[in-house]
């Protein structure tokens, strides 16, 4: 059975996988890789190599796909398939940079929980039901004010990775929600369009998070790429 090896995003853990995780229905063995401990995308990459198989699959969502691409730059030899999931390879711009910055300050002096709680509405497609937006805040608020500052400027220090997909040689799956407005379709397209051989598939009524918001899809294609 081959191994699928799961990457969260920014402010998420393990839990955003879970339903994809159930959906793929024992399939493939999913291990999700540990992106809560470092202050790098590189570290963090290091930190899942070192507890991964010697070869597998590999699927990265939003920061997570960032986080893929620099397991690509170092043992690109050990991955199998890859799945790019509403993520984006360019470098932030200043503005962006800023914003991130901000939003540091503000998770730091305010009321982070109510701050995971208001930032669902921006991930998520307007038809996600209610279960999946409360356990997207309480993941929220689980991985905490240190780890989201962590990890929001280690996002903002990240280069440009299109490089990267330049120089991939295994089957490629670009994956986007068709209303993702943290991601547009323009950067999966742009992806796509970089990766040799790579597939682009957009999922209809999905926002930024297609491993909560439509397991059901994302596992169908996910299974399509492992063939």
């Not at 994809?20 to 899942?48: F, H, K, P, Y």
Request: proline content about 6%.
């Amino acid at each position: 059975m081959q191994t699928l090896v799961m990457i969260p995003g920014l402010g998420s853990d393990a839990a955003v996988w879970r339903r994809t995780i159930t959906a793929l229905n024992s399939e493939v063995n999913c291990l999700v890789g540990d992106t809560l401990s470092d202050r790098s995308l590189r570290g963090m990459a290091q930190r899942i190599l070192d507890q991964a198989p010697e070869t597998f699959a590999l699927a990265g969502v939003s920061m997570g796909g960032m986080v893929a691409l620099e397991m690509m730059k170092i043992a690109p030899q050990r991955m199998t398939r890859l799945a790019l999931i509403d993520t984006n390879v360019r470098p932030d711009a200043i503005a962006r940079k800023a914003y991130r910055y901000f939003a540091n300050f503000v998770a730091i002096t305010g009321d982070f929980e109510r701050l995971s709680e208001r930032s669902v509405n921006s991930l998520v497609h307007p038809s996600t039901p209610n279960d999946v937006r409360a356990e997207l805040a309480e993941m929220g608020a689980r991985v905490g004010v240190k780890t989201y500052v962590r990890q929001n400027v280690a996002v903002a220090a990240r280069k440009d990775l299109r490089p990267v997909l330049q120089s991939i040689a295994v089957p490629t799956a670009v994956i986007v929600g068709h209303e993702d407005r943290v991601t547009p379709i323009e950067l999966s397209q742009e992806i796509h369009d970089l990766t040799p051989g790579s597939t682009l598939h957009v999922i209809p009524d999905c926002g930024h998070l297609p491993p909560i918001e439509k397991p059901a899809a994302l596992a169908v294609i996910l299974l399509g790429l492992m063939k």
